[in-house]
T-cell receptor
Framework: DSGVTQTPKHLITATGQRVTLRCSPR?????VYWYQQSLDQGLQFLIQ???????AKGNILERFSAQQFPDLHSELNLSSLELGDSALYFC????????????FGSGTRLTVV | AQKITQTQPGMFVQEKEAVTLDCTYD???????LFWYKQPSSGEMIFLIY??????QNATEGRYSLNFQKARKSANLVISASQLGDSAMYFC????????????FGTGTRLKVLA
């Protein structure tokens, strides 16, 4: 157990629907990062939050949004889902600085049918 | 543009032998970090080793070592005494600059350890 908790582990939903992925960071970590891993795009950085505020944005679609709550857990909201959104979504956390690398959660596998 | 390149889609190694997984990078930022992660078939991402751009010595973590050649912009992962449990995807990643913590990942190398 890495200490980063992601729920659910698996999610199957239909095109056009909306889903919410949840992440609880490791105790003491203020930064949360979201990544998408798909077969064609590989691992892509989506967004980073630090202590409730957005810090960096990557290749995140407008249909996707995220937030980090006061208890530091984060949610990634995916709406108007398309078949191409099927992927493994990772959350990672770190202390500020992240010199030694992130700690990743086990991921949420999203399948859009 | 920042880039990480892993040119070996797949590698085989005999159990107990050493193997080198290649990684080259491109950045114009003098401050960066290089990482290797392991992804077993179960899907989780496991941090293996880190090398900072200003570190004078190559990083080592148990059976893992990072062969850092700054002038050549390469950061190869060396796994010594391979074990069957080392069979997995291996990703090289780069963090740019002191103020950003997003990573750029390579496409990965799938390593298969043979008994």
């Amino acid at each position: 157990d890495s200490g980063v908790t992601q729920t659910p582990k698996h999610l199957i939903t239909a095109t056009g629907q909306r889903v919410t992925l949840r992440c609880s960071p490791r105790s003491g970590d203020l930064s949360v990062y979201w990544y998408q891993q798909s077969l064609d795009q590989g691992l892509q950085f989506l967004i980073q939050y630090y202590n409730g505020e957005e810090r960096a944005k990557g290749n995140i679609l407008e249909r996707f949004s995220a937030q980090q709550f006061p208890d530091l857990h984060s949610e990634l909201n995916l709406s108007s889902l398309e078949l191409g959104d099927s992927a493994l979504y990772f959350c990672a956390s770190s202390v500020q600085g992240a010199q030694g690398g992130y700690t990743f959660g086990s991921g949420t596998r999203l399948t859009v049918v | 543009a920042q880039k990480i390149t892993q040119t070996q889609p797949g590698m085989f190694v005999q159990e107990k032998e050493a193997v080198t997984l290649d990684c080259t990078y491109d950045t114009s930022d003098p401050s960066y970090g290089l990482f290797w992660y392991k992804q077993p078939s179960s899907g989780e991402m496991i941090f293996l080793i880190y090398q900072g751009s200003y570190d004078q010595q190559n990083a080592t973590e148990g059976r893992y070592s990072l062969n850092f050649q700054k002038a050549r912009k390469s950061a190869n992962l060396v796994i010594s005494a391979s074990q069957l449990g080392d069979s997995a995807m291996y990703f090289c990643a780069m963090r740019e600059g002191p103020g950003t913590y997003k990573y750029i990942f390579g496409t990965g190398t799938r390593l298969k350890v043979l008994a």
